[in-house]
């Protein structure tokens, strides 16, 4: 078989993970110890891909500068940039300029927020033995109903692109990893903002072109917001979904170069502790993020949670389930829960947010 090529889609902002994402790119975000993409980049290379376009926008110049040519990953890397936003179709159309493949090849679009556990080569075999003019992996949810459902025959046809509804009629998703033949690329109109979800993809299927659906139920998800992201730290660092990327073998947590943890303090829950960063005597933390040099003093409590570069965490403040920006300093007996959000080089004082009243 050929080398295979990627398309890796990279151009959003990220909003919702704000302010996390307010001066790096979401597949940027340091993740089970590595920017996110380092995980995806990874995997892919183990599947046999060689070559990746990268489709950007949003900061872009911070994708070369973090990954360069691509050899430290065995992998030759691509850029090319929108002035515009241009949607996925054309973001997919655009970045094609730079593909090297036949027209009859498969090439791999994947997003640059997901983490999933299938088996890329075996997607891309089914496409190439069916002569699909695109395969997309689907993935089975709880809850539909927050996704578009895709619908297939008993030959895996995909026979429709439904918007979120409160009546899905299946619970396979489109889980964002394609396999288009090389010439389908080029029917998508060039320069125009164009979705393959609302136009490509429907339009394949009207027009009678086999749109193939690859259905399996391996680890996947969407780590677009801030409690996806930190799952998907946690899930990496716990070995729930492997990957070649992780700098240090699965387990409770993780610790990077110079990180000093006090015996004293409980790390656990996949947690990951950043470069530099302190973690001092009675500390808590489980489950969460803490960014390159930040500080977490005597007695603080952080769970399910990300703490930025630099921040610092005082005595007894206890954290759940919230974003804490770079720099940012949350003094002692503050309480932050439920999705709360601190923004780069705040400074909370003593007991300035509480949940409850006991301090």
Same mark, same amino acid.
């Given at each position: 078989?050929?080398?295979?090529?990627?398309?890796?889609? %990279?151009?959003?902002?990220?909003?919702?993970? $704000?302010?996390?994402?307010?001066?790096?790119?979401?597949?940027?975000?340091?993740?089970? &110890?590595?920017?996110?993409?380092?995980?995806?980049?990874?995997?892919?290379?183990?599947?046999?891909? $060689?070559?990746?376009?990268?489709?950007?926008?949003?900061?872009?110049?911070?994708?070369?500068? +973090?990954?360069?040519?691509?050899?430290?990953?065995?992998?030759?890397?691509?850029?090319?940039?929108?002035?515009?936003?241009?949607?996925?179709?054309?973001?997919?159309?655009?970045? /094609?300029?730079?593909?090297?493949?036949?027209?009859?090849?498969? %090439?791999?679009?994947?997003?640059?927020?997901?983490?999933? &556990? !299938?088996?890329?080569?075996?997607? %891309?075999?089914? !496409?190439?033995? $069916?002569?699909?003019?695109?395969?997309? !992996?689907?993935?089975?949810?709880?809850?539909?109903?927050?996704?578009? @459902?895709?619908?297939?025959?008993?030959? &895996?046809?995909?026979?429709?692109?439904?918007?979120?509804?409160?009546?899905?009629?299946?619970?396979?998703?489109? /889980?964002? @990893?394609?396999?288009?033949?090389?010439?389908?690329?080029?029917?998508?109109?060039?320069?125009?903002?164009?979705?393959?979800?609302?136009?490509?993809?429907?339009?394949?299927?009207?027009?009678? /072109?086999?749109?193939?659906?690859?259905?399996?139920?391996?680890?996947?998800?969407?780590?677009?917001?801030?409690?996806?992201?930190?799952?998907?730290?946690?899930?990496?660092?716990?070995? $729930?979904?492997?990957?070649? +990327?992780?700098?240090?073998?699965?387990?409770?947590?993780?610790?990077?170069?110079? +990180?000093?943890?006090?015996?004293?303090?409980?790390?656990?829950?996949?947690?990951?502790?950043?470069?530099? +960063?302190?973690?001092?005597?009675?500390?808590?933390?489980?489950?969460?993020?803490?960014?390159?040099? @930040?500080?977490? !003093?005597?007695?603080?409590?952080?769970?399910?949670?990300?703490?930025?570069?630099?921040?610092?965490?005082?005595?007894?403040?206890?954290?759940?389930?919230?974003?804490?920006?770079?720099?940012?300093?949350?003094?002692?007996?503050?309480?932050?829960?439920?999705?709360?959000?601190?923004?780069?080089?705040?400074?909370?004082?003593?007991?300035?947010?509480?949940?409850?009243?006991?301090?």
């Amino acid at each position: 078989m050929p080398e295979l090529e990627a398309i890796l889609l %990279v151009g959003g902002q990220g909003t919702r993970l $704000r302010p996390l994402t307010l001066g790096t790119p979401k597949p940027l975000l340091p993740t089970a &110890g590595v920017p996110f993409l380092a995980h995806q980049l990874a995997r892919a290379r183990s599947f046999g891909v $060689r070559r990746i376009v990268f489709a950007t926008s949003y900061r872009a110049e911070m994708f070369s500068e +973090a990954f360069g040519d691509g050899s430290a990953f065995g992998l030759s890397l691509e850029y090319m940039t929108e002035e515009t936003p241009l949607g996925t179709g054309g973001a997919i159309r655009n970045a /094609a300029q730079a593909l090297t493949c036949g027209p009859d090849a498969p %090439v791999l679009v994947l997003n640059g927020d997901i983490l999933s &556990g !299938h088996d890329i080569a075996d997607q %891309v075999a089914t !496409h190439v033995a $069916r002569r699909a003019a695109v395969t997309l !992996h689907l993935t089975e949810v709880d809850d539909p109903s927050r996704f578009g @459902c895709v619908p297939t025959d008993a030959d &895996g046809r995909v026979t429709a692109f439904l918007e979120k509804t409160p009546n899905p009629v299946t619970n396979r998703i489109n /889980a964002g @990893c394609y396999v288009f033949t090389r010439s389908v690329i080029d029917t998508i109109p060039e320069g125009e903002v164009v979705s393959v979800e609302r136009e490509t993809f429907p339009g394949l299927i009207e027009d009678g /072109a086999l749109v193939l659906g690859y259905a399996d139920a391996s680890y996947w998800l969407d780590v677009g917001t801030p409690a996806a992201f930190v799952k998907g730290s946690r899930d990496l660092v716990l070995g $729930r979904l492997a990957s070649p +990327a992780l700098p240090g073998p699965p387990g409770d947590f993780l610790a990077l170069p110079g +990180a000093r943890v006090s015996p004293e303090a409980k790390v656990d829950g996949g947690s990951v502790v950043g470069a530099r +960063a302190v973690v001092e005597s009675g500390a808590q933390i489980s489950g969460s993020v803490l960014g390159d040099d @930040c500080v977490v !003093h005597p007695g603080a409590s952080v769970v399910d949670s990300v703490v930025g570069v630099g921040a610092e965490i005082a005595s007894g403040a206890i954290l759940r389930d919230v974003v804490i920006g770079d720099g940012a300093v949350v003094g002692p007996g503050n309480e932050l829960l439920a999705g709360s959000r601190v923004w780069p080089g705040v400074v909370l004082p003593e007991c300035s947010v509480r949940f409850s009243s006991d301090v």
